[in-house]
Structures are given as structure tokens and as C-alpha cells.
């Protein structure tokens, strides 16, 4: 593997899905091999003093938002002279990629959903992204479905190559020792069925419908709970929503968990169902291989990349995410059934470890780098 500069806003410390996937991308590549150029932000020496790798920070853009085109342009240059590098990842689809052919150095750009999304809506970007396209060695989209959405722009597919995330299988598959204090934090009681949903709390990740379903669940299943682990925007009316509904006992906000916090592991090994029904479509999902190396079963969106992610009755149940009868009815099914639970958590981990591990990622990514 030649040495690459990883080119990119999102990184640890910041809490994402993309985050997440490049921090366990460069904990798995050589260490010599693999340097970092990110954005800059505040408290992150303790992190990037941890990592075994470089990191390089700086701030991607000025007022406005306007990218710093002149100033990443040298700060890469000079990373290119400190560090030997001899090739380019983008970590995600930007304008700012157009730098690529001004650095006389081979660059690759791996797209995970919403980079490429944003491009349909506007015309220069159609046109860099075309651009960039041509020049580049390889697009690495993260699901087939982001694949379909780049060849539909540019027209062709013979630079683009799927390479799913990994996730770190040992972590969640391994049986925390926290779960029954975490219960008890929570005032659970162990007769209690646990439905888990994580993310962003946005409108499009879809809470709000399971929040409403809850009442009609409660009829069938008195001692059901729901923890909602992620912060966001609609926090707040999703508090007003649960509280209004008088379901403030079942309902439980843990607030955003970071990517290497154990209480995350421990948040999945405690639910029995995983729920995740955003109403647009996402590039994979990464929060569904957690819930399966974790052991759990997952009612999930049909839409976007979800269908890779999740196998569809064999690892848990897809939905339409508009249809609130289809999630009222999968969920039932699962909270109901405790043998397929069961059967689609086996086999949750087993296609967990079998085919996202993410040293297995790791060497498909290698082998094109």
C-alpha cells in the first residue's frame, strides 16, 4: 500500500456514522502508511495524541462557509513534502475534491449518501462531479445503492467499486458486564421488553412515528420500554410528544453516545428489538451492523442501503417507512415472538462477522490503494 493522506471534514472527535467509519478505517491500516488531514475544532490534542497515526488539522473553510480552495491546496502540498505521501483519499464528495487534479498525485473518493445526494440538486456540482470523475482512480461508494446513484449522475460505472463499512465485531459481539447496572439507571425492570433506536434525532430518522405507535403497542405488550440514545434538533418536540402522550415512564432520551463509549455497547446488548425506519433513503447504515454484531434482531427501512445492511427475514424486518400499519405490524411480530428473536439475532451475528469485520473491509480497501 503506497502512502496515503486521507483528506477529510468528518473525524473523531466528532460523533457521526462517517466519523465512525474513519476512525476504524485508519485503526486498521498500517500505521505508516495512513496520514489524516481534517478540520480543526477544539479539545482534540487528547484524541489525535492517542491515534498511531498523524493527524494534521486546519480549517476546510472561511466566512460563509466558502471553502479555503488556496489554502488546502497548500496545506496538502506541504503535508505531500513532510510525509512522503504518494496518494489522496477523499472522504467524501465536496467541491473542494476539484483540488485533486492540482496536486499531481493519484486521489480516490469514497461517497457514503448524502455527498452524492446533494449533487442531483445542483448544476456546478453535476459538473465537478463529472469532472472529478474523469480524473480520479476509483469512487468507493459504501452500498450498491449510493453505486446506482453515482453511475446515474455521471453515466458510466467502470471507476465505481462497492466496499460496505466494517464494524468492529469483537467489541459488540462481546458480552458487557454493565447491562444490569444500566437497568437499574434506567429503572428497568428485568420482565421488561426493550425497543432501541440510535441516531441523530432529526425528522427523517423517523422517532416520532414510533413514539406515536407506542400507546397501541402498550395494549399488547404492558411492560414495554423504548430508549431513544442520539441528540439533535427535534429533541425537544420529541420530549413534548412523549410527555403529551403521558408515556414519560416507558419512554427513555439517553442522549448522544460517542463512537467509543461503552455505554453504547451496553444500550444494545440490554434491548431485545432494534428500530430504525428513516423515512429517506441513507447510503448503508452503520447502526445496523452494531444492532446485529451486537445480537439483535432490527425492523428497518426497505429504502436506500438499509436492504444491504439488514437481511431482509432472516437478520430482521424491512418496512415501508411511511406505512405506520407495516412497522406496527413487524414490530409486533418480533416484540411477539421470541424464537425468531432469537433466530434473526443468530444470524444478525453470524452475517455480522461473516461479511463486515473490519479487517475484511480493510483489505478489500487495500487492495485498491
Known amino acids: 500500500m503506497k502512502k496515503t493522506l486521507l483528506v477529510t471534514y468528518f473525524f473523531p472527535p466528532q460523533i457521526g456514522g462517517i ?7 485508519c485503526a486498521n491500516l498500517p500505521s505508516d502508511k495512513i496520514v489524516v488531514l481534517t478540520q480543526e475544532n477544539s479539545n482534540t490534542d487528547e484524541f489525535d495524541n492517542q491515534q498511531n497515526y498523524k493527524i494534521h488539522r486546519t480549517n476546510f473553510f472561511g466566512g460563509f462557509l466558502s471553502p479555503r480552495w488556496r489554502h488546502l491546496k497548500g496545506k ?10 504518494e496518494q489522496i483519499i477523499f472522504g467524501h464528495f465536496h467541491p473542494l475534491n476539484i483540488l485533486g487534479n492540482y496536486l499531481d498525485l493519484p486521489y480516490y473518493i469514497f461517497v457514503h449518501g448524502t455527498d452524492v445526494k446533494q449533487v442531483r440538486h445542483s448544476l456546478w456540482q453535476r459538473i465537478i462531479f463529472k469532472k472529478v470523475y474523469n480524473d480520479c482512480k476509483k469512487i468507493v461508494a459504501n452500498s450498491n445503492y449510493i453505486a446506482s446513484e453515482v453511475e446515474s449522475i455521471v453515466k458510466d460505472k467502470n471507476k465505481v467499486i462497492v466496499i460496505h463499512p466494517g464494524i468492529n465485531y469483537q467489541m459488540f459481539s462481546q458480552k458487557s458486564d454493565q447491562i444490569e447496572s444500566k437497568r437499574r439507571e434506567l429503572n428497568f425492570k428485568s420482565t421488561d421488553l426493550i425497543i432501541l433506536s440510535m441516531g441523530r434525532l432529526v425528522k427523517q430518522k423517523n422517532f416520532q412515528t414510533i413514539i406515536k405507535l407506542f400507546p397501541d403497542l402498550l395494549i399488547d405488550f404492558p411492560n414495554l420500554k423504548y430508549i431513544i440514545a442520539g441528540d439533535g434538533p427535534e429533541r425537544d418536540q ?9 408515556l414519560k415512564n416507558n419512554i427513555k432520551f439517553v442522549g448522544r453516545v460517542d463512537n467509543n463509549d461503552h455505554s453504547k455497547k451496553v444500550y444494545y446488548q440490554l434491548a431485545d428489538l432494534f428500530v430504525s425506519v428513516s423515512s429517506i433513503a441513507e447510503g448503508f447504515g ?6 446485529q454484531a451486537s445480537g439483535l434482531p432490527i425492523v428497518a427501512s426497505r429504502i436506500g442501503g438499509s436492504s444491504e445492511a439488514v437481511a431482509s427475514n432472516q437478520t430482521g424486518i424491512l418496512v415501508d417507512p411511511n406505512d405506520l400499519g407495516q ?8 416484540l411477539n415472538n421470541n424464537n425468531k428473536r432469537q433466530e434473526y439475532a443468530v444470524a444478525g451475528q453470524k452475517r455480522a462477522l461473516d461479511k463486515f469485520d473490519w479487517p475484511q473491509q480493510v483489505n478489500k480497501i487495500k487492495e485498491i490503494l
Open 238 to 246: 420529541l420530549m413534548k410528544l412523549v410527555y403529551n402522550l403521558g
Open 327 to 334: 412497522i406496527k405490524e413487524a414490530v409486533h411480530e418480533l
Open 76 to 85: 496538502i502540498k506541504k503535508i505531500k513534502e513532510e510525509e512522503g505521501i
Open 19 to 25: 466519523e465512525n467509519y474513519y476512525l476504524n478505517l
Open 286 to 291: 452503520i447502526t445496523y451492523l452494531e444492532a
